[in-house]
């Protein structure tokens, strides 16, 4: 079975980097905001039941591939710092940000799905035809 198939357990967050992480000083709302719509954020509130002050790391731009069923592409270490960015819990539990790809069937990242892989092979095949023939 693929690994990217396998249901992986994110590692544990060490302390050090999600100081950093919050810290960062490339956020564009400064120190202690959430980095995609400027909320207020409380470094010691890490959970959803901790308020609207409660904060999670965001894989951003890129994201970690840790979902089932999901092609392993992109960042493969989730520790990776230039790809974590602070982010309100509403943000990064809403996907919003994420960029969307017509070739993914407008997701993120592509489904390992045979819907998914039919409509890329039809692309695929269809670019293909249209190169020969000119």
């Given at each position: 079975m693929?690994i990217?198939?396998k249901?992986k357990r994110?590692?544990?967050?060490?302390?050090?980097?999600v100081t950093?992480?919050?810290?960062?000083?490339?956020?564009?709302?400064?120190?202690?905001?959430?980095w995609?719509c400027g909320?207020k954020i409380?470094?010691?509130?890490?959970?959803l039941?901790?308020?609207?002050?409660?904060?999670?790391?965001d894989?951003?731009?890129v994201?970690?591939v840790d979902?089932?069923?999901?092609?392993?592409c992109?960042?493969?270490?989730?520790?990776?710092?230039?790809?974590?960015?602070?982010?309100?819990?509403?943000c990064n539990?809403s996907?919003?940000?994420?960029r969307?790809?017509w070739?993914?069937?407008?997701?993120s990242q592509?489904?390992?799905?045979?819907?998914c892989?039919?409509?890329?092979?039809?692309i695929?095949l269809?670019v293909l035809?249209v190169?020969?023939?000119?």
């Amino acid at each position: 079975m693929d690994i990217c198939l396998k249901k992986k357990r994110r590692k544990k967050w060490p302390k050090l980097l999600v100081t950093e992480v919050f810290n960062n000083s490339n956020n564009p709302y400064g120190v202690g905001h959430c980095w995609h719509c400027g909320r207020k954020i409380d470094i010691k509130k890490r959970r959803l039941q901790d308020g609207k002050t409660a904060w999670h790391i965001d894989h951003y731009p890129v994201q970690y591939v840790d979902i089932e069923s999901q092609v392993c592409c992109g960042v493969t270490d989730e520790h990776e710092m230039s790809n974590l960015v602070p982010s309100c819990v509403k943000c990064n539990l809403s996907h919003k940000f994420e960029r969307k790809h017509w070739y993914y069937c407008g997701r993120s990242q592509c489904y390992c799905t045979k819907k998914c892989y039919c409509w890329l092979a039809t692309i695929l095949l269809i670019v293909l035809i249209v190169v020969i023939s000119i």
